[in-house]
């Protein structure tokens, strides 16, 4: 019971982090919750008003954005009843080990100090570019003949616009679209 309690203080640390912070895929579209196994813990799922199992989430918790490219990572999410919100924990793990997810690229916004935040499509468009032109030179294949799909992490407004914080980083990352958990790393593969 003990170790139930500090996972589930440990994920809502990780939520209330992240909570400033947004994911948007190329097609716009937050990254997928991996279908892992569960634990005993239960919560009401928000559409269906069924009973919702908090998932298994292999790897070492750890707020998204401090993935860095050449880290592999698996995802969960599920709706606590308790807090009345949904939970989403980021847990990284070596990419040898059974994965989800590949960071394979990172880069700086263009933007000098100071400089207001140029807007969630203006954002979402330059993220997905990068991200794009990066996928062949990690891969070794083009991105349309590639198994994988690609999508990101990149600021908000507030975490863009933040005095101190200043988050600019764009954090690109693949992965199997059939959901299926991999092993190993995608670089070079050709695939």
Not at 85 to 110: G, N, W
Request: with cysteine; aromatic share 10%; proline share 6%.
């Amino acid at each position: 019971m003990p170790q139930t309690i500090a996972r589930l203080l440990l994920a809502i640390a990780v939520v209330v982090f992240a909570a400033a912070c947004s994911s948007a895929g190329a097609d716009g579209e937050n990254a997928d919750d991996g279908g892992n196994d569960s634990t005993s813990e239960s919560a009401v799922d928000e559409a269906a008003g069924e009973v919702e199992a908090a998932p298994n989430v292999p790897g070492a918790p750890l707020n998204p954005f401090d993935l860095r490219a050449g880290q592999c990572f698996n995802e969960g999410s599920w709706y606590d009843e308790v807090l009345e919100r949904r939970i989403d924990l980021t847990a990284a793990v070596s990419c040898d080990q059974p994965h989800q997810k590949e960071m394979y690229h990172e880069a700086e916004f263009p933007a000098p100090a100071g400089a207001p935040f140029p807007g969630e499509a203006k954002m979402t468009e330059w993220s997905t570019q990068v991200c794009y032109d990066a996928f062949v030179g990690f891969v070794g294949e083009e991105y349309e003949l590639s198994q994988y799909e690609l999508d990101f992490l990149q600021p908000t407004q507030a975490t863009f616009e933040h005095e101190v914080g200043r988050h600019r980083r764009v954090t690109c990352f693949l992965f199997d679209p059939s959901e299926e958990m991999v092993s190993g790393s995608a670089k070079n593969t050709g695939v």
